[in-house]
């Protein structure tokens, strides 16, 4: 079992920058792939990031990639996303996810996690 608390999320102005972090807790997280979500209202829940053990990591190509980035720190389980230059369509719940493979073309998919956070709320104003 992995138990998974993000934090991070608030209200910011477009243009602007946050920085999410996931907490993990109850299997070895080095041996963790991890993700990054998010869902608006509406909307399916959307890949955003990943990053698997060994620290290779991808994002979503046509709208996160170059503003977004995923980093992990082993030594504190934690998994982070710093998002840069937000933009209003960046307003979601944004969720970390964990999962037991190392495989990135498997970390981008929704229905390959095991483990989900229970989210935090991201508010980009114009």
Excluded at 107 to 117: A, D, E, F, K, P
């Amino acid at each position: 079992q992995v138990h998974l608390v993000e934090s991070g999320g608030g209200l910011v102005q477009a243009g602007g920058s946050l920085r999410l972090s996931c907490a993990a807790s109850g299997r070895t997280f080095s041996r963790l792939g991890l993700g990054w979500f998010r869902q608006a209202p509406g909307k399916e829940r959307e890949f955003v990031c990943a990053i698997s053990w060994s620290g290779r990591s991808t994002c979503a190509a046509d709208s996160v990639k170059g503003r977004f980035t995923i980093s992990r720190d082993n030594a504190k389980n934690t998994v982070y996303l710093q998002m840069n230059s937000l933009k209003p369509e960046d307003t979601a719940v944004y969720y970390c996810a964990a999962t037991s493979s190392n495989h990135i073309g498997v970390l981008v998919t929704t229905g390959n996690y095991n483990y989900w956070g229970q989210g935090t709320q991201v508010t980009v104003s114009s």
